[in-house]
């Protein structure tokens, strides 16, 4: 995994991260309009910024799963066209990862679709190809403890990931959610591909061998829906229909102390 840091304006008391996940730009199901709608959000709102996860063409070739022919954009005319979404808003990119669909062509070419978009949109700096731990760095907090004291900026972190297989059922999807949050510790995991938005906390303790201490932790878990009205490929297969829905994933600068247990961050809430 790759760690990526970004250190955001001082001036932010709450940003607001918009995940862009399972695009599918080029099937004939995606929702071009709800990818422009989302855009625009990012672009317009000062402090919303995008992590991509994947998914984002659609990708189907000749010797993969899929209809290559009911594509309504080529793969090189996808990868033209995301491109052209994602320029306006390439310094508000704070992370961006690969998914199944682009690994397509890696693995017949050897070629990685999204490293060649962030190479286009000069973010290579913020791009892994499986997964990223990204430190965000932004506001003000002030520490009243008796250990922490002064000011200094909040930060997060959160573990990116596209994900993988999950099943059919939500529940099978959510427990693969909870599994990938075991990976790396850290605030807040995000991973797509099941198509199934799905969020939900859990408390921890994480011990601080610096201070002698145990603090209260809270993890946010956050599975994405998807861009896709219902494609022909799902109806034929017997799934059921995608549930539109990305949610946006606001961090605080609101914080509490534990007397003796250290400094609690707070994930203040997520809007499906």
């Known amino acids: 995994m790759r760690v990526i840091k970004v250190d955001l304006p001082k001036e932010h008391n709450e940003i607001i991260l918009c995940p862009l996940f399972d695009l599918h730009i080029g099937e004939p199901a995606c929702d071009i309009e709800m990818v422009e709608r989302e855009i625009e959000f990012i672009k317009n709102t000062p402090n919303a910024y995008a992590i991509i996860g994947g998914d984002i063409m659609d990708n ?20 033209e066209q995301i ?13 961006m990862v690969s998914g199944n ?21 000069g973010i290579e700096d913020r791009y892994a190809e499986e997964g990223a731990v990204l430190f965000i760095s932004f506001g003000v907090k002030r520490m009243q403890s008796n250990k922490m004291k002064g000011y200094s900026p ?6 990116l990931t596209h994900g993988n297989g999950g ?18 510790d850290c605030d807040c995991v995000v991973c797509g591909h099941t198509h199934e938005p799905i969020c939900f906390k859990k408390t921890f303790f994480r011990t601080d061998r610096t201070q002698f201490t145990v ?14 009205n219902y494609a022909k490929y799902a109806e034929r297969k017997g799934y059921l229909p995608n549930a539109k829905v990305m949610p946006k ?24």
């Open 154 to 159: 909040l930060i997060y972190t959160v573990y």
């Open 60 to 79: 189907t070739t000749k010797n993969s799963i899929g209809d290559v022919y009911r594509a309504k954009l080529t793969p090189q005319q996808q990868l």
């Open 249 to 272: 994933i606001y961090l605080s600068t609101v914080y509490s102390t534990v007397k003796g247990k250290g400094v609690k961050h707070i994930v203040s809430q997520v809007i499906m």
């Open 101 to 121: 669909h682009e690994e397509r062509t890696w693995r017949e070419s050897g070629i990685d679709l999204l490293g060649c978009v962030a190479m286009q949109l």
């Open 83 to 95: 491109v052209g979404y994602l320029k306006p808003i390439k310094d508000k990119i704070l992370a």
């Open 215 to 228: 603090c209260e932790k809270e993890r946010l878990y956050v599975n994405t829906g998807s861009f896709l």
């Open 167 to 184: 099943g059919r059922k939500v529940g099978g999807k959510a427990n693969r959610l909870y599994d990938i949050g075991d990976i790396v």
